[in-house]
């Protein structure tokens, strides 16, 4: 069994930052892509940022520039360093794993219960 726990979320002011930190547990033997997601009350959820296990990195236009996703494939464990906070960053921030691949030989992907996030003005 996999686990993602995310960590890192609050409360910030608009223009501040926050780091969020995920780190995925169990019978892991490689995870291809790591990524950040993000759902605002009412809307769908949305990518905010993947990282492949190459550093290859995919960001939304939305925080393209302010926003920086990193990896450490030793710890299996993925970062979000949000600056430059907006009031529409806030929401609930879900981390995800794709393609991870275990022990038990069986391959799949996983999701974090979320972290709230909230931007203040």
């Known amino acids: 069994q996999v686990q993602l726990v995310e960590s890192g979320g609050g409360l910030a002011q608009a223009g501040g930052s926050l780091r969020l930190s995920c780190v995925a547990s169990?019978?892991?033997?490689?995870?291809?892509?790591m990524g950040w997601y993000r759902q605002a009350f009412g809307k769908p959820r949305e990518m905010v940022a993947r990282?492949?296990?190459?550093?290859?990195?995919n960001v939304a236009d939305s925080v393209k520039g302010r926003f920086t996703i990193s990896r450490d494939n030793a710890k299996n464990t993925v970062y979000l360093e949000m600056n430059s906070l907006k009031r529409e960053d806030t929401g609930i921030y879900y981390c995800?794993?794709?393609?991870?691949?275990?022990?038990?030989?069986?391959?799949?992907?996983?999701w974090g219960r979320g972290t709230q996030v909230t931007v203040s003005s």
């Open positions: 990282i492949k296990s190459d550093g290859d990195t």
């Open positions: 995800k794993a794709e393609r991870v691949w275990t022990t038990a030989r069986y391959e799949a992907d996983y």
């Open positions: 169990g019978h892991i033997l490689s995870i291809n892509t």
